[in-house]
Antibody, heavy 119, light 108 residues
């Protein structure tokens, strides 16, 4: 059974940093890119970052570029999203997700981690 | 970048059919996916590749893509179908996914 579990969410002050993790199980981790999608309170889904199975290719949306960094540890089946210079606009639920094999649909999602940015 | 447009809300009585549209420029050339998101939960894929259903998704959920718009159809709507629904495509020009703004389905 495929499982994705985010951790590391919490309260952080504006300008601060936070590190989110996505722990994966139930599939061959190195074969899949891991994606991060966030959702601000009462808002829609926003795609923000991804990392290829090898870790060599990354993507960042303009809204987080230069402030967020994504990495993966294939020995531990874990992806980390390091978030810095956090702003109130970054307050959201953060989900990690995996695409279905042979499709561009996100078949598996974690339950999400809440990041609150407030002084 | 590519933009997907959904109606903010759709209302339907129990047992009736709900249709949620997703519009975009030349959407027929894209493969459309649909997600259901109940309050406080992560999104769940209900239709992928325009018309296919993941295992465990009821046959009441179906999708189509006419080229003018993609449509998620929920037949024989139940109270438990009340949720937000999002369409999504992969924008090949930017090589990343794009989500529609979401539609709140209300069961009257």
């Amino acid at each position: 059974e495929v499982q994705l579990v985010e951790s590391g969410g919490g309260l952080v002050q504006p300008g601060g940093s936070l590190r989110l993790s996505c722990a994966a199980s139930g599939f061959t981790f190195t074969n899949y890119a891991i994606h991060w999608v966030r959702q601000a309170p009462g808002k829609g889904l926003e795609y923000i970052s991804s990392i290829s199975g090898s870790g060599l290719t990354t993507y960042y949306a303009d809204s987080v570029k230069g402030r967020f960094s994504i990495s993966r540890d294939n020995s531990r089946n874990t992806v980390t999203l390091q978030m810095g210079i956090l702003k109130s606009d970054d307050m959201a639920f953060y989900y990690c997700a995996v695409r279905a094999l042979g499709s561009s649909a996100f078949e598996f999602w974690g339950p999400g981690a809440l990041v609150t940015v407030s002084s | 970048s590519y933009v997907l447009t959904q109606p903010p809300s759709v209302s339907v009585a129990p047992g009736q059919t709900a249709r949620i549209t997703c519009g975009g420029n030349n959407i027929g050339s894209y493969t459309v996916h649909w997600y259901q998101q109940r309050p406080g939960q992560a999104p769940v894929l209900v239709v992928y590749d325009d018309t296919d259903r993941p295992s465990g998704i009821p046959e009441r959920f179906s999708g189509s893509n006419s080229g003018i718009a993609a449509t998620l159809t929920v037949s024989r709507v139940e109270a438990g179908d009340e949720a937000d629904y999002y369409c999504q495509v992969w924008d090949t020009s930017s090589d990343h996914p794009v989500f529609g703004g979401g539609t709140k389905l209300t069961v009257l």
